[in-house]
Structures are given as C-alpha cells and as structure tokens.
C-alpha cells in the first residue's frame, strides 16, 4: 500500500492518502481531532441519543477529553462528561461523541468545544456546532456521486483533492441529518466505485487497471493538471474516480459512515448509460500503429472488452444475422450539390480514399500505446502518428463521376469489413481543385440498391491552427480535457459554417463515420452476460453497510455525435441547418443501433429479410419526424424506433425478474416516465387551460412539466411500455423538472398519476414516489421566489395520497446550495420557509 501511495503522490499529485500513511507523514498523534469535524453540525434527537464518530486514529490511556457547552457566549457545563437541561453529553472510549436529550421538547443549540489532551497537555481544541435534529422528511435526495465527490474533496485554493479519509465522509452524512434526510439514493457510476475485481473476468480487469494506470501515472499530463492553479479539467476528476476503484476501502469507509449516521442507502443504477462516449474515449494502438479499440475509463471491463455480449448492435449486424448483408454494405457515395455547386472536371485521380479503424487525431493530444510486453502508456499522438497513418488501406478500383448538377459521385467502394472510417482526401492537396459543399450533403448507396444514411460524415481541417485541430478527436486533450466524435462534430461545422458555401477540400479531409459494430454505450439487457454484470455489481454494493435496496433509473448521457437533423427542411444536414440559423433535432450515430434480439420481433423481421428498398430502408435512412413524438404505438409507421422500444422494455423485465431472484427480500424500485397517452392528454388540454397572466397555455409548455435531465426518450422510452405483471417491482414516477406553473402542473400531475394507477402490472400496492428536478432552481436569479414555488410544488406533492417521497435530484445541489440547517422547515404545520428563515 505505501508502494501505491508514494506511486500516487510522485505522478498525480492528488494527495489520495489512505488515513494511517496521510497521518504517519504529517506527524499527527495516534488520535486527532478531524479538522472535518466543523465543517457540518451535530444535530441531536430530541428525547432519544445520538453518537457521531469524532476521534481519528484510536484514543490511549495517554489522552483526555474535556467538553464545555456554552450559548450565546453562556457557560452551560464543563468537563469530561456534562449533564445539563437534561443533557448528558460524553465521548467513550472508541471516540465517538454521545449527546442524549431526555425531553422530546429540546430545541437547545449551543456550541460544544472539545478539548484533546495528551499527558495533561493539550494537542487539539474545536468548537462544534450543536442543533435539535429537524424531523424525518418524506424527501431523500439522488446522488450522482461523482458530483458529490467532488463537492467533498476537490480543495479550489491550493487546486489539489483534498486526503481521503472517513471523517470527509462523515461530515457529508451530518449535513443530510441537519437536512432531516434519512435516505440517500446513490448512483455510484456505470462502472461504480464501490467495486469488486472478481466481478469480470481476470484477463478484462488486468487490461482496464493498466490502461487506467498509465493514465494515472503519466507524469507529463499530471504537471500539466496539477502545475498550476485554475479550472479544474475532466481528468482530474476521472483521475480520482479511477483512484477510487483502485482503493476499495475508500468505498467501505462512504458506506460505514453512512451507517454510522443513520443515513440509509439506496443503490440505483443507470442500464441506459455505460461508456459516456459523448466525452470519454481514449484511442488505443499498438506500437506498429494498429489501432486496438478505444478506451473508455467510465465503463466497466465487461463493457469495454466484450461488447459483443454484452452491447446494442449496429443495424448491419442485425442484416447480417437475416442473411442480408448487402442491405447495409455500403457502395456507393454521392456528394450532393448545393445551389452554389459548379459542374467540376473530376477524374478518380483527384480523390484518395481510405479505409481505417481511427479517426484523424490532433498530434498534441495523449491517446494509449501498448508496447511488446503488454504494458500501456500514455503518449502524444504525434509519437506515434506516421505509424497510424501507414495502417490506412486505400481503396482501389471505384469510379467517379461529375453530375450536371455538380454533385461528385462515387461507385464501386469496397469498404474492408470491420473497418468504422472512410478517409476521403485530395489526390492533389496543395491544388484547389477539388470543391465541395460546406455543409456535406453526402447519399449512400449499399450493395443492395436500397438509400443508407445513418452514419456521420464532417470536415476534419489541416491542422495548421490550434482552431483547425479542434475538428480531430482528442483521446485527452493537452490540458487534461476530453474531446471526442461528438465536439469534434460540433467544432467541424462551427468552423467551415462560417465559410463559402461551397470549399476546396485542399488538405483538409472528409470522414465518414458508419460505427462500430457494438456501441459499449448502450447495454442490451436482453443479453444473459449483461444482466449477470448488473446483479454482480449490485451484489458488491449491497454488502456494504447502510446500503439496503436497488432503484433503477432512466438518467441517461447517451446523445452521441450526430451530423444528420431533422427540422423543418426534413432531414438534412447539421451544417446545413446551422447555416440557415434554423432550428433542429440532432439524430445521432446512437439510434442506429439496438438490441440484437430486437430482429426476432415479428414487425422488424420481415423488414430484414425484404428486398423492398422503401421497406428496408425503414431501417437504414432517417425517415423524417421518426424522432420527433413518442413511439409506443405497434401501428407506428417508424419501425425501428418502435422495435427498439419493445426490446429495451423486454431487457429491463428481464432484469427486473433477475434482480428479485437474486434479492427476494430487497426493496427494488423502477423509475418509469409517463406512458405516450399522459403526454397525449396533457399537450391537448394545456390549450383550454388559462394563463395567470394573459392567454392560454400551449401544448409546447409540456417540455416544463416533465424530467430533462433523467431521461433521454431515444434510448428510455422503452421504460414506458415496462411490463410488471407477476413481478413485486415498485413503480417510481418520473415528474417535474424546474418550477412549472401550478395549473399544468395539477393538470400533469393528476393526468400521471391516473395513468400510473395500473403499476404497469405490479403485485405493489401504495403510495410511490415522485421524482422532482428542481436543482436548476436553486440557482435561479430570483431566488426568493424560486424558492417559494419549489417549497409550493413540494408541499403539493406530499399532500397527494399516492405521494409518500419526493426525491430530489442531485444531492450535490441540494446539499451544499440549500441552508445547512433544516432547509425543509416549510413541511412544518408552521410554513416557515427557508428563504424566510
């Protein structure tokens, strides 16, 4: 372990000390006082005891304790033990303060000073704060707990986290009992930091630990991150949720001080959400330059090294396995012309095309070489870049042709299996003569006959400016950021939108980017191996103390890249919508994807096996409008959505049914977001209903009544056609996001709740509980105001027979932006608020 720890202080300057070495090298004595110990009160139960852990390390016949009690400058008692008003207060021997009230009616605060003595002289002294405990509320918060970690250890003075010990935890669980929260709903991340190594197989976790070792320990991104003070980057806190796994007692000491304040914990967890590839992704290569796979330091092993088990699959996969191939096969390209298109004297000499498994990366970013003797380092791409490039295969014997129009057709590709990315350059690159549209109106054609077009195709520029570098991907950029497919996109049509219609391809170079053939992003919980990783995790984390039910979550990260929009031109181009200034919703390279059991289901598989391109190409294109309402009608005429839909709905059973042979007597809640008839109903009556300043509402409003942040409908929508029959699964009801006003919200409410009252087939009977995302609000400008109609929206809820909880997301927030000391008063018969207080 000191091995570890000095490893860690030498090359990531994070001061992630386990409490023994942190205080061995600072020379503190054998006990100690936290210096954590002021940062939250000690909030007592009046009429009952408490006991909070208070000493460090381990008291010796060598040390004494002395209490003084005082208020408002008052002495109350003073000495080893006191007893005062009906108190008793002392700290035993394990260090751990008691404070006992013998009347329900005490609402005494005071200051507590403890005196640490060791051989009769004092070592330490702190002043503690001493408040009556609020009630139990019917409120518990979400954590995403990288968030709270953050909040607990990032130091923003010296730019460094702050050391891991259990006292930073405890402070953390005193502020929920000054809160009168008693639960806490922990999301511990797709690949959670409360972990278990012999959860994969050895060789996947083996692979995972030194590639997240060679993150860790590359010493030139470290003096970058921690060399000078300022904003902190996305691999430092990546780099500590890294160091969290590596340190499991780190884990054990969050759940033990969670149990040794009361709080309990519910492990949820996200089935939708596994990679984040919209920001971490770390190309991988060998030595040669080959490359291996992408790294993706926020997915489990499993995820990252067998996705064939275990992920959604792309849509060829699924032609595939129907005996269609060449229904997904991709022959053909054509670039489309714009109204500033020329006719161009083209020959296939004027182009090159490429076939490669990366994609161009700026040579000042750090991407993962495995040398000959298997280990892993972190470098520069430039180290290792001519070696990539030469890996290229370019393809021979296409056709090009120049239309009337000025639209540049290619024919005859023939794309090496397996290979993601077609690399298009200039066969003459110093030379203008080869120009294209901006905005990369491109058609595909498969082998088949039939139109392709879920894929991505953009600019990658001359890295010739630190701009122009910002349109090739970043495994970690120079400073320690991200910087994947999806900024790159972005940055790519930022760039050549604010250009001529139509551009020299120069030495610039087009991609097209037709997927992976499993995307680690998504988990199919139709898939045995899937759902096994799932209950092993869960199984890991309900071992820990505190932690004693499952809640699934519909919160979701997966919006990948995407350079296809739907809007009111239809489906065009991304960079053709941000020319026109217009409006649009982004379709992004994630939904060409989905279950790989999804091409059993009787409306999908005729599709598959059709030689019908309008039917075939129901899979294949971008139907216009397929994204844009909900999908859970089997008349739908956008098959492939609604074919994702049922699948995911059947995995999630699947789970589901796992999870309670696995936990018979475990509580296990699902969060389920309205069914497509609520949206129906409510979008429909917004305009009969009045608004209090002048008018009606429109159906638009609707956007304000439901969650934002904890579901994305492309990939969750599937959780609204969940079928519970047969199992004891207690529905949770995904509900507001902000402060909506009070009539669509009655009427949101109420519409939800009727629609609910079935529990999708559930054996559960009562009360459930409502999600609510107000954290946004805690921020607002006008706060006072924010505040009375958040505490209004909560207070309404709780009154609803059906409501026993509202849970409010994220804790984070929640926490450290309300009052320390019961925010929540406005529950009390009294409505005092606290804005008011």
């Not at 989905?594 to 289901?601: C, D, E, G, N, Y």
Request: aromatic letters at 10%; glycine letters at 6%.
């Amino acid at each position: 372990m000191r091995i570890a720890t000095e490893l860690v202080l030498k090359l990531i300057c994070l001061l992630l000390l386990i409490a023994s070495a942190t205080n061995a090298e600072a020379g503190k004595p054998a006990a100690w006082l936290s210096e954590r110990n002021i940062e939250a009160p000690f909030c007592y139960r009046a009429g009952g005891q408490r006991t909070w852990p208070l000493i460090s390390g381990k008291l010796t016949a060598d040390n004494q304790i002395l209490l003084k009690a005082e208020q408002k400058g008052k002495l109350l008692a003073e000495g080893p033990q006191l007893e005062f008003e009906g108190y008793t207060i002392s700290v035993s021997t394990d260090g751990r303060l008691h404070i006992t009230s013998a009347n329900t009616a005490d609402k005494d605060s005071f200051q507590l000073t403890v005196i640490l003595k060791q051989q009769e002289k004092i070592v330490q002294r702190q002043t503690l704060q001493v408040y009556p405990a609020p009630p139990d509320r019917p409120i518990s918060y979400l954590s995403d707990q990288l968030d709270d970690l953050i909040r607990i250890f990032w130091d923003n003075e010296t730019n460094q986290w702050k050391p891991v010990d259990k006292s930073a935890f405890d402070q953390y669980f005193r502020r929920l009992q000054a809160h009168g929260v008693s639960r806490l709903i922990v999301w511990l991340g797709a690949y959670p930091v409360i972990e278990n190594p012999d959860n994969y197989r050895a060789a996947d976790w083996e692979l995972h630990a030194k590639q997240a070792r060679a993150i860790l320990n590359c010493e030139a991104l470290n003096r970058v991150m921690y060399g000078r003070r300022g904003h902190r980057v996305a691999y430092q806190w990546h780099g500590f949720i890294m160091q969290f796994r590596l340190h499991p007692e780190w884990g054990n000491w969050y759940a033990q001080s969670a149990a040794d304040h009361g709080i309990s914990l519910t492990a949820t967890f996200r089935p939708f959400e596994q990679g984040l590839m919209k920001y971490l992704v770390i190309p991988a290569f060998d030595e040669q330059g080959a490359f291996l796979w992408n790294f993706l330091p926020y997915a489990t092993p499993t995820a990252n090294f067998s996705p064939e088990t275990t992920a959604f699959a792309h849509y060829r996969k699924l032609f595939e396995a129907a005996g269609n191939a060449d229904k997904a096969e991709v022959v053909s390209l054509t670039f489309e012309s714009v109204p500033e298109s020329k006719p161009q004297e083209l020959t296939k000499d004027d182009l090159k095309i490429f076939a490669t498994d990366a994609p161009p990366i700026a040579n000042d970013s750090f991407v993962l070489v495995r040398n000959a003797k298997g280990e892993f380092e972190l470098q520069t791409y430039a180290t290792i870049a001519e070696r990539v490039t030469a890996q290229r295969r370019e393809l021979k014997g296409w056709t090009l042709n120049v239309l009337k129009d000025g639209a540049i057709q290619i024919d005859g590709l023939q794309r090496p299996q397996g290979s993601r990315y077609l690399v298009i350059e200039s066969g003459s690159p110093f030379s203008g003569k080869v120009q294209l549209p901006a905005e990369l109106p491109i058609t595909a054609h498969a082998k088949a006959g039939n139109r392709v077009s879920r894929f991505n195709a953009y600019w990658a520029l001359e890295e010739t400016s630190p701009e122009n570098a910002t349109t090739r991907i970043a495994g970690i950029t120079p400073a320690g950021g991200y910087r994947t497919d999806f900024q790159t996109i972005e940055n790519s049509f930022r760039i050549v939108g604010n250009g001529p219609a139509v551009r020299p391809l120069g030495q610039d170079q087009i991609i097209i980017d037709f997927g992976p053939d499993w995307l680690p992003e998504i988990m199919d919980l139709n898939q045995s191996a899937t759902r096994a990783m799932f209950v092993k995790q869960l199984q890991t984390i309900l071992l820990q103390p505190a932690f004693d039910e499952i809640m699934l979550n519909t919160r979701s990260h997966t919006h990948l890249a995407g350079t296809s929009g739907d809007g009111e031109s239809g489906v065009q181009t991304t960079g053709h919508y941000r020319r026109k200034g217009k409006s649009f919703r982004r379709l992004t390279l994630d939904r060409a994807y989905a279950p790989v059991s999804a091409a059993q289901l009787d409306g999908l598989q005729p599709l598959l096996k059709s030689d019908d391109p309008k039917l075939v190409e129901k899979i294949t294109t971008w139907p216009a409008g397929e994204w844009t309402e909900t999908c859970q009608n089997p008349d739908t005429e956008y098959v492939w959505r609604y074919a994702r839909n049922v699948t995911v709905s059947k995995g999630l059973r699947a789970l589901l049914q796992d999870l309670e042979n696995t936990f018979p007597k475990t509580r296990i809640r699902a969060v389920i977001p309205p069914r497509a008839a609520v949206e129906q109903q409510v979008t429909a009556a917004l305009p009969g209903l009045k608004h209090p300043e002048a008018g009606h509402y429109d159906a638009s409003y609707y956007r304000y009544l439901t969650s934002g942040l904890n579901q994305i409908p492309s990939i969750t929508e599937g959780t609204a056609l969940l079928d519970l029959h047969g199992l004891r699964v207690e529905p949770a009801l995904l509900g507001f996001r902000l402060l909506p006003d009070s009539g669509p919200a009655k009427l949101q409410r109420e519409t939800y709740l009727a629609d609910q009252s079935d529990n999708h087939g559930s054996t559960f009977r009562g009360p459930k509980s409502f999600f609510y995302e107000a954290q946004e609000s805690l921020r607002a400008r006008d706060k006072t105001e924010a505040t009375r109609r958040r505490e209004e929206i909560i207070d309404d809820l709780l009154k609803q027979e059906s409501i026993k909880e509202v849970i409010l997301y994220e804790a984070a927030d929640w926490i450290y932006y309300l009052p320390a000391y019961d925010p929540h008063r406005y529950l009390n018969s009294d409505k005092v608020t606290s804005a008011e207080k």
